[in-house]
């Protein structure tokens, strides 16, 4: 009896930390003033929280195009493991695999996305 009551403790107080992950990603790569001004601009945080998992996407590099111009990054899932923020322009970075781009979506797109979803 003790050990489930225990657990259900545990689990209430660690439950809404799961929830926050995105939030404290974003506040690496974000200052309190800048969310504070995108809610204002935007009414909440959500596009940001929706961004934190569908900003990145992978690119070939079809017409194989120099992509040496772009810094190179480790692939992720996430921008805020980038260091970056969203830009009203899409933000490019090569990938450890040759031929390849690691896209960061600009704000724009991820508008049309997150509305998209909302359907």
Not at 16 to 32: D, E
Not at 77 to 82: P, Q
Request: charged fraction near 20%; avoid cysteine; aromatic fraction near 14%.
């Amino acid at each position: 009896m003790k050990a489930s009551l225990l657990f259900s403790v545990v689990l209430f107080f660690t439950f809404p930390m799961w929830g926050q992950k995105s939030l404290r990603a974003l506040k690496q790569v974000y200052t309190k003033k800048e969310l504070k001004t995108f809610e204002e601009q935007y009414g909440n945080l959500d596009l940001l929280v929706f961004a934190y998992d569908h900003a990145i996407s992978i690119v070939s590099n079809i017409g194989s195009k120099n992509t040496d111009i772009y810094p190179l990054a480790v692939k992720t899932n996430h921008f805020t493991d980038l260091n970056v923020q969203i830009l009203p322009y899409t933000q490019y970075f090569r990938t450890e695999t040759p031929g390849e781009l690691l896209a960061v979506k600009s704000m724009y797109q991820l508008q049309l996305a997150y509305k998209g979803s909302n359907k």
